[in-house]
Structure formats: structure tokens, C-alpha cells
């Protein structure tokens, strides 16, 4: 679905640190931006924060989740 570059796990290991979200989760999002566009969103979540129709991709030092909407917009994206 969703493929991670290693600079980008490194990016997100990185700002998880800096942030104090270590252990946390990405949830990755994508909002209607009006005009044929969307915005993709980045936020940490903390265990017990999971929506039931999410995604859950296992990335080793962290988890990806992606809710049923925004999984259609992933599809193939790195």
C-alpha cells in the first residue's frame, strides 16, 4: 500500500525523538483541499488511539496508520 523510503523512517524516528512521541505511531491522512486537491496530514499517535477501520503497517521501530478514506489516496505511494 504505502511504501517508506529509509530516509523517511529515519525523518520520522528523528522527530519522534524530538518530540518525545518515542513508541508512538504515524497516522498518515488525507483531507479533501477543495478544488480537485487534497492535503496529506502526519501526526504521532499514542497506543489506544487506533480507529477500527484503520490500516496498521508495521514499520519495526514504529507503526503507520491509515484510516479506510485516506488508504484509497496511499494506494502505491512512497
Sequence with gaps: MLTVTEL???KV?????A???K???LRV????????MVQYALNFVAA???RPDDTVLDQGEFKIH?????A???????
Design 23 to 25: 513508541g508512538d505511531a
Design 29 to 36: 491522512s488525507v483531507h479533501d483541499g477543495g478544488t480537485s
Design 66 to 70: 491509515i484510516d479506510a478514506e485516506s
Design 48 to 50: 489506544g488511539e487506533e
Design 8 to 10: 523517511a523512517r529515519r
Design 72 to 78: 484509497k489516496f496511499l494506494e502505491g505511494a512512497t
Design 19 to 21: 518530540e518525545n512521541r
Design 13 to 17: 524516528l528523528e522527530v519522534a525523538e
